[in-house]
């Protein structure tokens, strides 16, 4: 007769019974072992350029072999990738590949870095920890597009084979999580500190949802969060919201609410904000904290100069917060 199993893997803590999916509906009691149904099955397959996670302070330019399986442990009303993050494994065609065919991949398609995203890498873990080992065997770095839903031990283990993370904080709010996202805020928080801790190059996302958490304070919350617990040097990224899956009935976020965030953060002191999903201007280029020179333009995804110097700046000599080689 096959045991209930227990998955500690996340804070939700889903105790399984024989048959059972987790919340994630990946995770599943087989025969009284825990199983991650879709270890090696990836739904998605794309090469994206690294602004595209966003991150802009990780090998600027480069091209990314970003992959998802399906599954989710958080279920925000406003997900983007929802057809992929809320299905379940036959719900969605797969492709057939383990963790020696990821790398493989990413050294045939000139990617010299490989993000697990779109959905939730925490929750496929185990193919995420497996691709990672096979690329860093073959020289490539291991990116993490992740909300950070996690428990302590498996995050601070799963670092010791991840690079950089963009880790998409919902709002400095336990209330906006339950009521959003189906999540909690304090997991999130730990996840940040323990990626900062471990090494791992950490930049921070937030979506700013009209009405949801565009109030100043909350954001606020979150500029001081980042400066004293993660440092001003680490990016934080603010993007625009559209209407989507279960969340229709709000306005896209107007540029001048995320521009008006950013003059808040680095009024605050932090260095590096950037702005999203909007036509930015200055707010989308990266600028020298040290002489106040502009290193690195873009638009949208596109780089259209980069003035780095070995990763520092050519004017002044100050090295940019960041992996730059
Ligand atoms: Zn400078």
Redesign the pocket.
């Given at each position: 007769m096959p045991l209930a199993v227990q998955c500690e893997l996340c804070p939700r803590m889903c105790r399984l019974e024989p048959g059972q999916a987790g919340d994630c509906r990946i995770r599943v009691n087989v025969d009284g072992r825990l199983v991650a149904l879709t270890h090696g099955f990836p739904a998605a397959l794309h090469v994206d350029p690294m602004e595209k996670k966003p991150l802009f302070h990780f090998l600027p330019g480069a091209r990314v072999f970003s992959l998802a399986t399906v599954g989710c442990n958080l279920h925000c009303l406003h997900c983007q990738n929802w057809e992929l993050s809320q299905a379940a494994p036959d719900e969605v065609p797969a492709y057939d590949l383990p963790p020696e065919g990821v790398a493989m991949v990413a050294l045939r398609e000139r990617c010299p870095a490989v993000a697990y995203t779109y959905s939730e890498p925490l929750v496929y873990y185990e193919y995420t920890r497996d691709s990672s080992r096979a690329c860093r065997a073959e020289g490539i770095r291991n990116v993490l597009v992740t909300a950070g839903y996690i428990n302590p031990e498996p995050m601070r283990a799963l670092c010791a084979d991840i690079d950089a993370a963009i880790i998409d904080v919902k709002a400095m709010s336990d209330r906006v999580y339950r009521e959003t996202c189906g999540g909690t805020l304090q997991p999130v928080l730990d996840t940040l500190r323990i990626a900062h801790e471990e090494g791992v190059w950490v930049e921070v996302l937030n979506l700013v949802i009209p009405t949801v958490n565009d109030d100043p304070a909350m954001i606020d919350d979150l500029v001081l969060f980042v400066r004293d617990e993660l440092g001003p040097g680490v990016p934080l990224h603010f993007t625009a919201f559209h209407p989507d899956y279960k969340l229709r009935n709000l306005p896209r976020t107007p540029r001048r609410t995320l521009l008006d965030a950013r003059e808040r953060a680095r009024a605050a002191g932090l260095f590096h904000v950037y702005v999203g999903n909007v036509e930015g201007g200055e707010a989308e280029c990266t600028f020298?904290p040290?002489?106040g020179?502009r290193l690195i333009d873009r638009v949208g995804y596109r780089i259209t100069a980069n003035r780095l110097v070995d990763g520092a700046?050519p004017?002044?000599g100050?090295p940019l917060e960041g992996v730059f080689a």
């Open positions: 020298c040290g002489c020179a700046c004017d002044c100050r």
